[in-house]
């Protein structure tokens, strides 16, 4: 009964290394979702897959790569981390139902 | 531009008050979610809507379509409430958010 797992939970990473967040969903949903989460902004949607296979940018892709081999996994990856992308990053997952589940988070720090 | 807007940002209230939450959309959307966020904490959805009215506990949400609207009301605020709602639209493939209105609740 996991829901959505993301991992890991929280990352200092250097400037310029690279990192890939995993999301992980046991419910069969078709849809997953990448966020970031800051102060006063509420959240804003990175990368999206509609399915297996497919991906699709959000608002704020810049930065980021995503890749979605199995139904059951949605990887974001950074290849080269900014401070400015310092943030909470939240996965979450939908059902065709629309039911939608999130991840508890990571915290990712770049200095 | 924002495709939700919700209102208050801020709220305080004492224990055992009625709460309010407002959240007004402007896209089309097949449901509309309340989302609770308690500090340093994960996302958990309170409720899906599509129309009209739903309650869990002491929590009631309602939503006019019509008028692209959206309530939700605390009964007999705890200070175990004291989080920030989110409220959440699905348009399409996508979700679009509110900035989340942080509550207070006071002993």
């Known amino acids: 009964n996991a829901g959505v797992t993301q991992t890991p939970k929280f990352r200092v990473l250097k400037t310029g290394q690279s990192m890939t967040l995993l999301c992980a969903q046991d419910?069969?949903?078709?849809?997953m979702y990448w966020y970031r989460q800051d102060p006063g902004m509420g959240l804003r949607l990175i990368h999206y897959?509609?399915?297996?296979?497919?991906?699709a940018k959000g608002e704020v892709p810049d930065g980021y790569n995503v890749s979605r081999l199995k139904k059951q996994n949605f990887l974001l990856g950074l290849e080269s981390a900014a401070p400015s992308q310092t943030s909470v990053y939240f996965c979450?997952?939908?059902?065709?139902?629309?039911?939608?589940?999130f991840g508890s988070g990571t915290r990712l720090t770049v200095v | 531009k924002n495709e939700v807007e919700q209102s208050p940002q801020n709220l305080t209230a004492q224990e055992g008050e009625f709460i309010t939450i407002n959240c007004s959309y402007s896209?089309?959307?097949?449901?509309l979610h309340w989302l609770q966020q308690h500090p340093g904490g994960g996302i958990v959805s309170l409720f899906m809507?599509?129309?009209g009215k739903k309650k869990h506990g002491r929590l009631i949400a309602t939503i006019n379509i019509q008028e692209k609207h959206s309530s939700l009301h605390i009964t007999a605020s705890h200070p175990r409430d004291s989080a920030v709602y989110i409220c959440?639209?699905?348009?399409?493939?996508?979700?679009?958010f509110g900035t989340g209105t942080s509550l207070t609740v006071i002993p």
């Open positions: 979450a997952s939908s059902s065709l139902d629309r039911v939608v589940t």
């Open positions: 419910m069969n949903h078709e849809y």
């Open positions: 897959s509609v399915g297996e296979g497919t991906t």
């Open positions: 896209v089309g959307i097949s449901a």
């Open positions: 809507l599509s129309s």
């Open positions: 959440a639209v699905r348009g399409g493939n996508q979700f679009y």
